[in-house]
């Protein structure tokens, strides 16, 4: 698995176009090791500032630019996630990572926004996979992504990580072992946009009965407002329940809610508008034929890429 980026190439004497032409990498490995794309442009604002820091002798006697931005965001990133489970201490409700829209649908209008920014898609980006990533340690997480996801070898790895290479080699091992038993989707698929818009004509319909032929029996149903969208705060068990419950959710919408089919980080999702606005990004994890984990971000903060304004 590879998002196509590998390390920097040599180059001496950067301009200022070699320099902003890594900032893509930079924004798809911040997004991968933080789930937060504002948190990654963040990351990638404080890297370039470090580099513009430094004087120009020092610059050129950095011999790949590119492998030191790098560096330095991947440091930066375990300094931030080593404090993330702190900050969520006080997070209200569940986190769910930032959804993300299809490239082609990503909404340019509002200020500062980038092509340079947009995340590329693939099977390291889904809701699922990064939800497993948000559950390994600072240091599994950053070895994983950089490692097999970016290709980086492990003897470049423990200069980030701050460990030896081996014990780098483990903690990848670890992250492996974490993913594949919470299998993961693999990718996109006929099947799964066919179970999602069956998923939403049952939803739009409050036909419990239907929801409950698409939903696993143990399925499960998470939801992040973070304290600013109204939302059931805990994960909801078992697919009559959630049936039940998103039946609900669907009466009290009434008209005033449209529900569209789009991608939500590289798989068939669903968008919930209200007057143009989005007000909910629905990811779903299918299991055969069924759906077995829901996660609504209802959280206006993490829905800047799917706003207008």
Request: hydrophobic content about 40%; glycine content about 10%; some cysteine.
């Amino acid at each position: 698995m590879t998002s196509g980026a590998e390390p920097g190439d040599d180059r001496n004497d950067p301009d200022l176009g070699v320099i902003m032409s890594e900032r893509r990498r930079l924004i798809n490995l911040a997004y991968r090791l933080l789930g937060s794309l504002a948190d990654a442009e963040d990351v990638v604002q404080e890297t370039y500032a470090r580099w513009y820091a430094m004087s120009a002798r020092e610059q050129q006697a950095i011999e790949s630019p590119g492998a030191w931005l790098m560096t330095v965001a991947g440091r930066i990133c375990l300094t931030l996630l080593g404090s993330a489970r702190a900050r969520r201490e006080t997070y209200v409700g569940e986190w769910i990572p930032e959804p993300l829209p299809e490239p082609t649908e990503w909404i340019t209008g509002r200020p500062g926004t980038d092509p340079a920014d947009r995340v590329t898609l693939d099977e390291s980006v889904t809701t699922a996979f990064l939800v497993v990533l948000d559950s390994m340690t600072p240091a599994e997480r950053v070895a994983f992504v950089l490692h097999d996801v970016f290709r980086y070898p492990f003897g470049e790895v423990a200069g980030i990580v701050g460990r030896t290479p081996a014990a780098c080699r483990q903690l990848a091992s670890s992250a492996r072992r974490r993913i594949r038993t919470a299998q993961p989707p693999a990718g996109p698929g006929v099947g799964q946009a066919g179970i999602v818009r069956r998923f939403r004509t049952a939803w739009e319909a409050k036909d419990i009965e239907a929801l409950v032929g698409l939903l696993d029996p143990d399925a499960t149903a998470t939801a992040d407002g973070g304290g600013l969208a109204v939302t059931h705060l805990h994960p909801i068990l078992g697919g009559e329940r959630i049936a039940r419950a998103y039946a609900e959710i669907a009466r009290l919408a009434g008209d005033r809610t449209t529900f569209l089919e789009r991608t939500v980080n590289g798989l068939p999702g669903l968008v919930a508008q209200q007057d143009g606005t989005t007000v909910t990004v629905y990811a779903f994890e299918i299991a055969g034929d069924r759906i077995r984990h829901i996660w609504a971000v209802r959280n206006p903060e993490k829905l800047r890429p799917w706003q207008t304004g």
